[in-house]
């Protein structure tokens, strides 16, 4: 199946600093989303974007589908951002709702 | 618009006991998706309800079975509880399958003791 690797695992900040999170995947895909995962486990949905860049406030995101990769930009990060996030794809078999989610970026923010 | 709401929120069980939990998706959504998450395991994908019929399920034994009412309401049990059982369950919602945007409950925390 799909394979779909996160980096960093763990990343710590200043409030303030900028950062970028990857997500590579090994096959084509239709759907990726990214998710942050806030300390109580829901997972809140931050871009559905299996190709293209979006960009929503401080957070955008970029995916290169033919590269097999995409980012999450965090501007200006707020101690609020802390949490996980994860980035999950289904793959391009079609006819399935099944996400495969990557081991997810642990973000702390420091005031 | 209400989101997906999962009841129980949290659940004690013993080993052997079985259990159901609750989803409704967000009001018009017709897929409904179950995942299972671990700190050994991370999320993992469990079964796919559409129009009341399971379309996929992940990896997992007979014990974890489901189902989707005509009012697209899930539920999902597990029999025979075991200790590797106790997770994060969260429901997913989506408006029709196939590259839609998931959407997802608070989910259920399950402690097996």
């Known amino acids: 199946g799909i394979q779909v690797e996160q980096s960093p695992p763990d990343l710590i900040l200043q409030e303030g600093a900028n950062s970028t999170l990857r997500c590579n995947f090994s096959?084509?895909?239709?759907?990726l989303q990214w998710f942050h995962q806030n300390p109580w486990g829901q997972l809140i949905n931050l871009f559905y974007?299996?190709?293209g860049t979006k960009q929503n406030g401080r957070l955008s995101a970029t995916t290169v589908a033919t590269e097999r990769y995409s980012l999450l930009y965090i501007s200006s990060s707020q101690t609020t951002d802390s949490g996980v996030y994860f980035c999950?794809?289904?793959?391009?078999?079609?006819?399935?709702?099944?996400?495969?989610f990557g081991k997810g970026t642990k973000l702390t923010v420091n005031p | 618009k209400a989101g997906v709401t999962q009841t129980p929120r949290y659940l004690i069980k013993t080993r052997g006991q079985q259990v159901t939990l609750s989803c409704s998706p967000i009001?018009?959504?017709?897929?409904v998706s179950w995942y299972q998450q671990t700190p050994g395991q991370g999320l993992q994908f469990l079964f796919e309800?559409?129009?009341?019929?399971?379309?996929n399920k992940g990896n997992f034994p007979g014990r974890f079975s489901g189902r989707q009412f005509s009012n697209s309401r899930s539920e999902m049990n597990v029999s025979t509880l075991e200790l590797g059982d106790s997770a994060l369950y969260l429901c997913?919602?989506?408006?029709?399958?196939?590259?839609?945007?998931?959407?997802f409950g608070p989910g259920t925390r399950l402690l097996v003791l």
């Open positions: 997913a919602s989506s408006l029709m399958r196939n590259q839609e945007t998931q959407y």
């Open positions: 096959d084509s895909v239709n759907n």
């Open positions: 974007i299996p190709s």
């Open positions: 999950a794809v289904d793959g391009t078999q079609g006819g399935s709702e099944k996400l495969v």
């Open positions: 009001s018009g959504h017709r897929s």
């Open positions: 309800y559409f129009s009341e019929t399971q379309r």
